[in-house]
């Protein structure tokens, strides 16, 4: 039996943050309206609803703020209270899922109706698809050479152990981890198979590698 799936959903809107099915995405939980939010969610299934919002905004997401369609549903596997009042909460990926009508805002947060029928067959189970490992471990390499330090930093590459990894958890640690814009971070949350994720991931690196290398040769 697979898990219980919410029909509606909190939303936590936050801008480049990526969750997948079986990955781990740690947060601090500090404004009033989602310590709210996760309070209640400790108190019935412990899911909330991770959805970018579709501009890059300064500060808190406002409740105006238009968000993508697709999010990911994560469960909440770890909480701790702080004594400044904050949380310190991690949520393990379950499934994603579409917005099929944003709700009434309640007790202060964003809420939705969504369907997950397009993503749980894929999800609910490892994805086996194919992934090529050269490439996208090359690509990498070419995309650290030319990012620098601060995205080597964020990846924190262990190469020893990116090599020996499951396909999957392989290419949704570097997902997840790494330096990409929300626009892109979106493409890789909607690829549906591991294949296509692992693919954009391959496309999205050696275009930074070509925009670089551009740039460079402009110069005298």
Known sequence: MGPILPETLPLFPLNGALLLPRGQLPLN??????????????????????IQ????????VPDSCALYGV?????????????DGRFIITLAGITRFKVVEE????????RAAVDYTPYQKVDLEEDK???????????????LDISGPHAQDMLDVNWDALEQAP???LVNALA??????AREKQALLEAITL?????????????????????????A
């Open 29 to 50: 939980i500090f404004e009033p309206r989602y310590l709210t939010m996760v309070e209640d969610a400790l108190g019935v299934g412990r899911a909330i609803g991770m």
């Open 53 to 60: 919002p579709c501009y890059d905004v300064p500060g808190p």
């Open 71 to 83: 999010g990911c549903l994560g469960k909440i596997v770890d909480f701790r209270e702080m004594e």
């Open 103 to 110: 709700l009434e805002i309640e007790r202060g947060y964003r």
């Open 129 to 143: 698809s194919n992934v090529n490992r050269q490439a996208l471990l090359e690509e990498l390499r070419n995309f």
């Open 167 to 169: 396909d999957e958890d």
């Open 176 to 181: 997840m981890l790494g330096p990409f814009e």
């Open 195 to 219: 294949t296509q994720r692992a693919q954009t991931l391959i496309t999205m690196m050696s275009m930074a590698a070509l925009g670089h290398e551009e740039g460079s040769s402009g110069h």
